[in-house]
T-cell receptor
Framework: AQKVTQAQTEISVVEKEDVTLDCVYE???????LFWYKQPPSGELVFLIR??????QNEISGRYSWNFQKSTSSFNFTITASQVVDSAVYFC?????????????FGKGTKLTVNP | SQTIHQWPATLVQPVGSPLSLECTVE??????LYWYRQAAGRGLQLLFY??????ISSEVPQNLSASRPQDRQFILSSKKLLLSDSGFYLC????????????FGEGSWLTVV
């Protein structure tokens, strides 16, 4: 069964601090995709990144970086020099492409609060 | 506990055919309901949301429509599908007044051929 675990329910930091959001996934499939979404107070999910199971390169986009490690089934997300606008709920998600159907499995989300 | 179900899980439809995706929520009352779409290579896009029976808000103009005939039922429809309607559709719900936390259904993968 596919499963995504975001063990951190809520995180609170002070502006300019670095913060890492953890994501651990479970799947028996060899082909899969991992996602991170941001959900600001407006409620709409904002897509941040998609990573396929064959690409373990870490990625950096501005203040965001992602560390994908298949050996530990983790896909962690780091925000450097956090800002108040980063306050949101962040979802890690997994989609598999085998087995006759495709399903997007989300973690329960991590609520990040960045205080000024 | 609350659960959400949507069906069918996968669907292959020809261009010009109708569409109906159904979603139901159990274990809660007066939920906010949502339909999202994730097209290939694109992010998750909010299509419709509803705060009550018969109350539907559309986020983007398109070939789709939504209806909420019952408190915990949300239906996504189309009279004539387009190729561009292909994608992954997610139904979701949230507690009234707590729109920040959204719970998703299993998803429906639509391929229009």
């Amino acid at each position: 069964a596919q499963k995504v675990t975001q063990a951190q329910t809520e995180i609170s930091v002070v502006e300019k601090e670095d913060v890492t959001l953890d994501c651990v996934y479970e799947t028996r499939d060899t082909t899969y995709y991992l996602f991170w979404y941001k959900q600001p107070p407006s409620g709409e999910l904002v897509f941040l990144i998609r990573r396929n199971s064959f690409d373990e390169q870490n990625e950096i986009s501005g203040r965001y970086s992602w560390n994908f490690q298949k050996s530990t089934s983790s896909f962690n997300f780091t925000i450097t020099a956090s800002q108040v606008v980063d306050s949101a709920v962040y979802f890690c998600a997994l989609i598999t492409t085998q087995g006759g159907s495709e399903k997007l499995v989300f973690g329960k989300g991590t609520k990040l609060t960045v205080n000024p | 506990s609350q659960t959400i179900h949507q069906w069918p899980a996968t669907l292959v439809q020809p261009v010009g055919s109708p569409l109906s995706l159904e979603c139901t929520v159990e274990g809660t009352s007066n939920p906010n309901l949502y339909w999202y779409r994730q097209a290939a290579g694109r992010g998750l896009q909010l299509l419709f949301y509803s705060v009550g029976i018969g109350q539907i808000s559309s986020e983007v103009p398109q070939n789709l429509s939504a209806s909420r005939p019952q408190d915990r039922q949300f239906i996504l429809s189309s009279k004539k599908l387009l190729l561009s309607d292909s994608g992954f559709y997610l139904c979701a719900w949230s507690l009234l007044y707590e729109r920040n936390t959204i719970y998703f259904g299993e998803g429906s993968w639509l391929t229009v051929v």
